[in-house]
């Protein structure tokens, strides 16, 4: 059985439209981030994610718009969501901009997220609904490296990225174990319903 927790929109199986496009591509780039972050082209590198950024919520946007919610699309948008903030956190780590213990933390989290994944999918649930709080996570998370990296001047434009971007982090940083309890909450209750139903 292949269903979607309480609150998900049906989904298609198609592979080529123009929000799985945009994800695809997003994907794609990432190695390039990367490299333009571990090589210290800054401005380069807030260019791409700052361009990720605004395909992400132009993808999103369009998806739902035009009845375009696919199987697809809704693996690759999460997934190069991580990504990018993955390769931001292990190349600002390695250039000692931000602490291993961070990493840590945030990289836990994923980890705890994948394995609630597993067992809603063990019964048989694709994915759990995502929530305000997971998305605000997402998108603290994503603003807020770039302004770090752009605070690496020496500039007023510089002094003034640095605070902000790191709030930013420790916003989304919690606001991101939030939404684990919450989808550990969603994950007991898919459990309870399944075994009630006797699956």
Not at 51 to 60: A, E, K, Q, T
Not at 65 to 77: C, E, F, I, M
Not at 145 to 166: C, E, K, N, R, V
């Amino acid at each position: 059985m292949d269903r979607s927790a309480q609150g998900s929109p049906p989904v298609s199986d198609r592979v080529w439209t123009p929000p799985n496009v945009l994800s695809m591509l997003r994907l794609v780039v990432v190695p390039v981030f990367l490299w333009l972050v571990l090589s210290h082209h800054d401005s380069w590198a807030v260019v791409v994610l700052t361009l990720s950024g605004v395909s992400d919520y132009f993808d999103g946007k369009i998806a739902r718009k035009y009845n375009l919610v696919t199987r697809v699309g809704q693996l690759l948008d999460p997934l190069a969501d991580r990504l990018y903030i993955l390769s931001t956190l292990f190349g600002l780590a390695w250039r000692d901009i931000i602490p291993w213990w961070l990493v840590a933390v945030l990289v836990s989290r994923e980890v705890f997220g994948t394995a609630l994944l597993l067992v809603v999918r063990h019964y048989g649930y694709r994915a759990l609904p995502v929530h305000f709080i997971g998305k605000a996570a997402t998108f603290d998370l994503l603003y807020a490296f770039p302004l770090i990296l752009l605070g690496q001047g020496d500039s007023m434009f510089a002094a003034a990225a640095l605070p902000i971007g790191w709030a930013f982090v420790w916003w989304g940083t919690a606001l991101y174990w939030v939404a684990g309890v919450m989808y550990a909450v969603q994950t007991r209750d898919v459990v309870r319903a399944a075994k009630a139903a006797g699956q």
